[in-house]
């Protein structure tokens, strides 16, 4: 199992990114794919996950500014992150486990990490 993440930065406060994370190795449409991050001030934390079908779950406090998705055709997941502010500024992971339904974005469920890439807003 291999898991990239790209598309992490330097943006200022109010800006956008969308993070990518390219999936090999496995079978893709039967994992549910996930996000984490880890910033100073909260460690490590569940953004949002995805099933292999499209259903999402997201940590309550990131519904509003983060969105996941995935296209399973190139392996693909995605995680668009809007109105950045400097406590969004960690290393977001992606994850992937084989799930037969939705799988709550939590560090335990989750058995397969990409490196991360780093986010960085400034104020």
């Known amino acids: 199992v291999r898991l990239m993440e790209s598309g992490g930065g330097s943006v200022q406060a109010g800006g956008s990114l969308r993070l990518t994370c390219v999936a090999s190795?496995?079978?893709?449409?039967?994992?549910?794919m996930a996000w984490f991050r880890h910033t100073p001030a909260k460690g490590h934390e569940g953004v949002a996950s995805?099933?292999?079908?499209?259903?999402?779950l997201y940590k309550d406090s990131m519904k509003d500014r983060f969105t996941i998705y995935r296209h399973n055709p190139n392996n693909t997941l995605f995680l668009q992150i809007d109105s950045l502010q400097p406590e969004d500024t960690g290393m977001y992971y992606c994850?992937?486990?084989?799930?037969?339904?939705?799988?709550?974005?939590?560090?335990?469920?989750?058995?397969?990490w990409g490196k991360g890439t780093q986010v960085t807003v400034t104020s």
């Open positions: 994850a992937a486990e084989y799930c037969s339904g939705d799988i709550r974005p939590l560090v335990r469920y989750f058995g397969y």
């Open positions: 995805i099933s292999g079908v499209g259903s999402i």
């Open positions: 190795g496995f079978v893709y449409t039967k994992a549910c």
